[in-house]
């Protein structure tokens, strides 16, 4: 069972800076693709971005690229979302997510086994 644990949301003003850490129960990505996903109120849980399981290769959402970026900690435990010029549009409950298996890029939610609970990030103008 992989344990996800998010943390470092919050309320930042339009143009701020915020990042998310996403604790995982092992060397989860060693095994996992690791991703970031959000949800804003009545929409459809969205992809943002996503780390390759060697650590090599990331991909976004075009909505976010060029403002955001996923890496990892140097314990291999950690997954991160630098989130940079943020819009009130990237309002959201951030979500983070394993998925096993092959298969590059993966942007689907269905493609992900294992999530975790959440952090509210707020945006505002």
């Known amino acids: 069972q992989v344990q996800l644990v998010e943390s470092g949301g919050g309320l930042v003003q339009a143009g701020g800076s915020l990042r998310l850490s996403c604790a995982t129960s092992?060397?989860?990505?060693?095994?996992?693709?690791m991703a970031w996903f959000r949800q804003a109120p009545g929409k459809e849980r969205e992809f943002v971005g996503t780390?390759?399981?060697?650590?090599?290769?990331?991909y976004y959402a075009d909505s976010v690229k060029g403002r955001f970026t996923i890496s990892s900690g140097n314990a291999k435990n950690t997954v991160y979302l630098q989130m940079n010029s943020l819009k009130p549009e990237d309002t959201a409950v951030y979500y983070c997510?394993?998925?096993?298996?092959?298969?590059?890029?993966?942007?689907?939610?269905?493609?992900?086994?294992?999530w975790g609970q959440g952090t509210q990030v707020t945006v505002s103008s």
């Open positions: 997510a394993a998925g096993y298996g092959g298969g590059w890029p993966k942007s689907s939610r269905n493609e992900y086994d294992y």
């Open positions: 092992g060397r989860t990505f060693i095994t996992y693709t």
């Open positions: 780390l390759s399981r060697s650590g090599g290769l990331t």
